[in-house]
């Protein structure tokens, strides 16, 4: 099992910047991809962006060039920097990773709420 562990939400002024971290535990050797999704009130969960085991990385388009995701610490870790926040960029944040001899298991964190006054 691989357990995931948000940090790093909180309030933050339009055109500021925070940085979420996600730690994984458990059955690490086993982690392929992960990435961050969030979802809005009333809205479907969406992605943000996703970083493969060798480094590949895919965004959103409403993230690009203001979000950048990251690996570190044997890849355990996975951050996501985000920067010129806008208020449409208020959501729970939820870390995501597959895992397991396949890759195809998939698991959640818990989420961390971010908010973006105007």
């Known amino acids: 099992q691989v357990q995931l562990v948000e940090s790093g939400g909180g309030l933050v002024q339009a055109g500021g910047s925070l940085r979420l971290s996600c730690a994984a535990s458990?059955?690490?050797?086993?982690?392929?991809?992960m990435g961050w999704y969030r979802q809005a009130p009333g809205k479907q969960r969406e992605l943000v962006a996703t970083?493969?085991?060798?480094?590949?990385?895919n965004y959103a388009d409403s993230v690009k060039g203001r979000f950048t995701i990251s690996r570190g610490n044997a890849k355990i870790m996975v951050y996501l920097q985000m920067n010129s926040l806008k208020p449409e960029d208020t959501a729970v944040y939820y870390c995501?990773?597959?895992?397991?001899?396949?890759?195809?298991?998939?698991?959640w964190g818990q989420g961390t709420l971010v908010t973006v006054s105007s």
């Open positions: 995501n990773a597959y895992w397991g001899p396949r890759g195809d298991l998939e698991v």
């Open positions: 458990g059955s690490i050797f086993n982690i392929n991809a």
């Open positions: 970083i493969t085991s060798g480094g590949s990385t």
